[in-house]
């Protein structure tokens, strides 16, 4: 356990940062308000885009969330009233991506209420582990329900995973109650706060929680250590900072240049001032270029960057050096705990990848 979570509390607003080491990883805003991934709403049908198979459903006085009938059980009519779950935040112009396939996520599982599809998560490869997960989903799923099995179930105990479904089974239960009184169109449950989603995903490898305010902390099972400015014991806006910018340095003196775009994010490798001392060119590259993912997976994570991403890493003439550095960065996103998968390089020598947005 080497990573610290660090909590201020400055006039009613927290911010939250999660560090291993001296490397920033993450970085939360607790504001409130607004259109937000894994909330779930009691909508009502808007109108019906036939062209599109879709539909806009309003989800409040001002916002709209867009559903393709894809994401459907039954195809929806204007004036119906469903819950639907934020699939993807508004981006831009967008509106937000909606589905009524609702998934409640917990530290082991994830509960699929209006589905009965069984799931490993892709990060568990061993076969026998998958083929235990199954059949662990198979008895502990309650009836018309699904479980998908989280990375975190890997090696877990049987017990531990019926507690955690136990759980989400219960909070299912309480939003369809509120759905019963509610009046359409309304939020029946928000996304759960940044602290809460950094102990679910990080579990176990917390090694204590520095803050200026130990006494809005409920009971945890890791050390609170009280600290009246955590983030400048630890320099955690200037690393911020640095880490927003279009150009971000890496520690060998190479640098990334990171351009979004609506469609898609390019991240351009550099050399800048990194020489690599004695070796050869082409393991200079290599060594460069494997910082560079390292770092790039950092920097999706800390961004909270989705959808396409493009990476131009300085060119490689041999294959092993591009399978070194594609590993590399398959490697430094297994710790993020939003999907993301690396579908290899392009004929233009382009690394390309997908991030879930969150």
Same mark, same amino acid.
């Given at each position: +356990?080497?990573?610290?979570?660090?909590?201020?509390?400055?006039?009613?607003?927290?911010?939250?940062?999660?560090?291993?080491?001296?490397?920033?990883?993450?970085?939360?805003?607790?504001?409130?308000? %607004?259109?937000? *991934?894994?909330?779930?709403?009691?909508?009502?049908?808007?109108?019906?885009?036939?062209?599109?198979? &879709?539909?806009? !459903?309003?989800?409040?006085?001002?916002?709209?969330?867009?559903?393709?009938?894809?994401?459907?059980?039954?195809? $929806?009519?204007?004036?119906?009233?469903?819950? !639907?779950?934020?699939?993807? =935040? =508004? /981006?831009?112009?967008? &509106?937000?991506?909606?589905?009524?396939?609702?998934?409640?996520?917990?530290?082991? !599982? /994830?509960?699929? =209420?209006?589905?009965?599809?069984? *799931?490993?998560?892709?990060?568990?490869?061993?076969?026998?582990?998958?083929?235990?997960?199954?059949?662990?989903?198979?008895? #502990?799923?309650?009836?018309?329900?699904?479980?998908?099995?989280?990375?975190?179930?890997?090696?877990?105990?049987?017990?531990?995973?019926? &507690?955690?479904?136990?759980?989400?089974?219960?909070?299912?239960?309480?939003?369809?109650?509120?759905?019963?009184?509610?009046?359409?169109?309304?939020?029946?449950?928000?996304?759960?706060?940044?602290?809460?989603?950094?102990?679910?995903?990080?579990? %176990?490898?917390?090694?204590?929680?520095?803050? @200026?305010?130990?006494?809005?902390? $409920?009971?945890?099972?890791?050390?609170?250590? =009280?600290?009246?400015?955590?983030?400048?014991?630890?320099?955690?806006?200037?690393?911020?900072?640095?880490?927003?910018?279009?150009? !971000?340095?890496?520690?060998?003196?190479?640098?990334?240049?990171?351009?979004?775009?609506?469609?898609?994010?390019?991240?351009?490798?550099?050399?800048?001032?990194?020489?690599?001392?004695?070796?050869?060119?082409?393991?200079?590259?290599?060594?460069?270029?494997?910082?560079?993912?390292?770092?790039?997976?950092?920097?999706?994570? #800390?961004?909270? /960057? %989705?959808?396409?991403?493009?990476?131009?890493?300085?060119? +490689?003439? *041999?294959?092993?050096?591009?399978?070194?550095?594609?590993?590399?960065?398959?490697?430094?996103?297994?710790?993020?705990?939003?999907?993301?998968?690396?579908?290899?390089?392009?004929?233009?020598?382009?690394?390309? +990848?997908?991030?879930?947005? @969150?």
């Amino acid at each position: +356990m080497s990573k610290q979570i660090l909590m201020e509390v400055r006039n009613g607003q927290r911010e939250i940062a999660l560090l291993d080491g001296k490397r920033l990883l993450a970085f939360f805003q607790d504001t409130g308000g %607004g259109v937000e *991934a894994e909330q779930i709403y009691f909508g009502v049908v808007d109108r019906i885009v036939k062209g599109m198979e &879709a539909c806009f !459903v309003r989800l409040g006085k001002e916002q709209v969330g867009f559903l393709p009938f894809a994401e459907c059980m039954e195809k $929806p009519r204007s004036g119906n009233k469903l819950l !639907v779950q934020v699939k993807k =935040p =508004p /981006i831009g112009e967008k &509106a937000p991506y909606l589905t009524a396939d609702i998934a409640l996520a917990g530290r082991y !599982v /994830i509960l699929t =209420p209006c589905s009965t599809r069984f *799931a490993v998560s892709q990060k568990i490869t061993a076969e026998g582990e998958r083929a235990r997960l199954k059949s662990i989903a198979a008895r #502990l799923a309650p009836a018309g329900c699904g479980l998908v099995m989280r990375t975190e179930s890997a090696d877990a105990g049987e017990e531990d995973m019926a &507690a955690d479904t136990a759980s989400l089974l219960q909070g299912w239960n309480e939003i369809r109650e509120k759905q019963k009184t509610a009046q359409a169109p309304c939020m029946l449950k928000g996304r759960e706060d940044a602290l809460s989603r950094l102990l679910r995903d990080e579990h %176990g490898e917390i090694s204590e929680i520095l803050t @200026n305010a130990p006494e809005v902390l $409920p009971s945890l099972p890791l050390p609170v250590r =009280p600290c009246e400015n955590p983030f400048d014991l630890y320099g955690v806006r200037t690393k911020l900072e640095k880490s927003m910018q279009r150009k !971000v340095w890496l520690d060998c003196g190479g640098y990334l240049v990171i351009d979004k775009t609506e469609a898609l994010t390019v991240i351009d490798v550099n050399s800048g001032k990194f020489t690599g001392g004695k070796t050869g060119t082409e393991n200079t590259f290599v060594k460069l270029n494997v910082e560079a993912a390292q770092e790039t997976a950092r920097i999706l994570r #800390l961004r909270s /960057i %989705g959808g396409i991403v493009i990476i131009d890493f300085v060119d +490689m003439q *041999a294959e092993e050096s591009r399978a070194a550095v594609q590993k590399a960065l398959e490697d430094a996103l297994r710790d993020d705990p939003v999907k993301a998968v690396v579908h290899g390089f392009t004929t233009l020598g382009l690394m390309e +990848m997908t991030r879930k947005k @969150n």
